[in-house]
């Protein structure tokens, strides 16, 4: 396995019960790890055993405590795939005409434009995508997704923003949100962000007409938890 761990302990299930508790979670916060070969998932986590999309992962983590790993193959959709690394960009996606057809845009130059603009890591990069809730993760994570209200999300943006300060900038299109938006620019950008979920991973992975979706680099998550009763406790907090 990897010896890519966070050089600062955390002790994962004791974070998880106290984001849980605090903000009053439907479900657990996720922890999702990329994968590039094979030999770097842990021992004993077992393969997927159906093709569903990476939302609906995240689901079965987040509300039906799942463990599990999941390489290209078991990844139903294939801009969620691409975005995380495991497959490379199919011509339609590219070209535009798939979201055209879709009728998420006015053209197919239009979609074009948002799918160039789209997070994704490099193809080849992933063998495979390993979900598990936070507090019983086996691995160290590198993305934790929470799927919460917006009134938590508040909170927890709060929370991002309560050591240094500063301004948040979430990147989304309304295409792609727990894939690109909360997994693959979280990631890359080693920056919390924050989405408004889309059609797909509302349709497929249960995330409710009042709830957002927010992806954080899992080395954020110490600051987050020691702010967090904090911010909810201030004076000024509704």
Same mark, same amino acid.
């Given at each position: 396995?990897?010896?890519?761990?966070?050089?600062?302990?955390?002790?994962?299930?004791?974070?998880?019960?106290?984001?849980?508790?605090?903000?009053?979670?439907?479900?657990?916060?996720?922890?999702?790890?990329?994968?590039?070969?094979?030999?770097?998932?842990?021992?004993?986590?077992?393969?997927?055993?159906?093709?569903?999309?990476?939302?609906?992962?995240?689901?079965?983590?987040?509300?039906?405590?799942?463990?599990?790993?999941?390489?290209?193959?078991?990844?139903?959709?294939?801009?969620?795939?691409?975005?995380?690394?495991?497959?490379?960009?199919?011509?339609?996606?590219?070209?535009?005409?798939?979201?055209?057809?879709?009728?998420?845009?006015?053209?197919?130059?239009?979609?074009?434009?948002?799918?160039?603009?789209?997070?994704?890591?490099?193809?080849?990069?992933?063998?495979?995508?390993?979900?598990?809730?936070?507090?019983?993760?086996?691995?160290?994570?590198?993305?934790?997704?929470?799927?919460?209200?917006?009134?938590?999300?508040?909170? *927890?943006?709060?929370?991002?923003? #309560?050591? &240094? /300060?500063?301004?948040?900038?979430?990147? !989304? +299109? =309304? @295409?792609?949100?727990?894939?690109?938006?909360?997994?693959?620019?979280?990631? *890359?950008?080693?920056?919390?962000? #924050?989405? &408004? /979920?889309?059609?797909?991973?509302?349709? !497929? +992975? =249960? @995330?409710?007409?009042?709830?957002?979706?927010?992806?954080?680099?899992?080395?954020?998550?110490?600051?987050?938890?020691?702010? &967090?009763?904090?911010?909810?406790?201030?004076?000024? +907090?509704?």
């Amino acid at each position: 396995m990897s010896t890519d761990q966070t050089k600062i302990a955390v002790d994962y299930t004791e974070a998880a019960e106290k984001l849980k508790k605090i903000l009053n979670l439907k479900g657990s916060p996720v922890a999702i790890r990329f994968a590039p070969t094979k030999v770097d998932i842990p021992a004993g986590m077992v393969e997927l055993d159906k093709t569903i999309r990476h939302c609906s992962m995240v689901n079965l983590a987040r509300t039906e405590g799942k463990i599990f790993y999941a390489p290209a193959d078991k990844h139903e959709c294939n801009g969620g795939a691409w975005s995380l690394g495991l497959r490379g960009i199919t011509p339609t996606l590219k070209n535009g005409e798939f979201y055209f057809k879709l009728g998420k845009f006015d053209s197919a130059a239009a979609c074009k434009r948002t799918i160039e603009r789209i997070p994704h890591l490099d193809t080849g990069e992933t063998y495979a995508t390993l979900y598990a809730p936070l507090e019983k993760t086996p691995f160290s994570p590198q993305v934790i997704v929470i799927v919460t209200t917006p009134r938590n999300m508040l909170k *927890l943006a709060q929370s991002s923003l #309560f050591r &240094l /300060g500063g301004r948040i900038h979430a990147e !989304f +299109s =309304g @295409i792609q949100s727990v894939c690109a938006d909360a997994t693959a620019q979280t990631y *890359l950008s080693g920056q919390a962000n #924050f989405s &408004l /979920g889309c059609d797909g991973s509302r349709r !497929f +992975s =249960g @995330i409710g007409d009042d709830e957002m979706v927010m992806g954080f680099p899992a080395e954020m998550l110490p600051e987050i938890i020691a702010a &967090l009763s904090i911010v909810i406790g201030a004076a000024g +907090s509704k």
